[in-house]
């Protein structure tokens, strides 16, 4: 957006394209982040549960037996299972952590753009209705 030279009330073709841009994109970096956030916390609810031990070069995680879905869960290359349950758990909770503020930027984005539209066409409208009936009072 700051590649385009700015004129008042989105004159320009390019300047309106690139606010819907902004827009949009911040809307769906929102949607993401929240997305993100939720698959985080599944994944962090899950290794809570889980019972794991070593296997040659890989960790097998199993949910317990009373669970409908269980199964096993490899991870591969991970030669200590507590890099699983504890660095992983760690690096989960630090994601729920930040994307919620990334999706707080992206809201807050969103709000500015829709502010600036909106709240421009709205006061000039209140200000031009003020200025008519000031002009008309003081006629009369």
């Not at 909106?118 to 009936?133: E, I, N, T």
Request: charged share 15%; proline share 2%.
């Amino acid at each position: 957006m700051l590649c385009v030279s700015y004129q008042v009330d989105e004159r320009t073709c390019v300047q309106f394209s690139m606010k819907v841009l902004y827009f949009l994109l911040s809307a769906l970096g929102l949607a993401v982040c929240m997305l993100a956030v939720a698959f985080a916390a599944h994944h962090y609810a899950l290794l809570t549960r889980f019972t794991c031990e070593a296997s040659l070069d890989a960790c097998l995680c199993k949910l317990p037996s009373s669970e409908p879905l269980s199964r096993t869960f490899v991870y591969r290359d991970v030669a200590d299972c507590a890099s699983v349950t504890g660095t992983f758990k760690l690096f989960l909770i630090i994601q729920m952590a930040l994307n919620p503020v990334c999706g707080l930027v992206c809201l807050l984005a969103c709000f500015v753009m829709w502010k600036h539209r909106y709240q421009v066409f709205y006061v000039g409208v209140g200000l031009r209705s003020l200025m008519a009936s000031d002009a008309q009072q003081q006629k009369a």
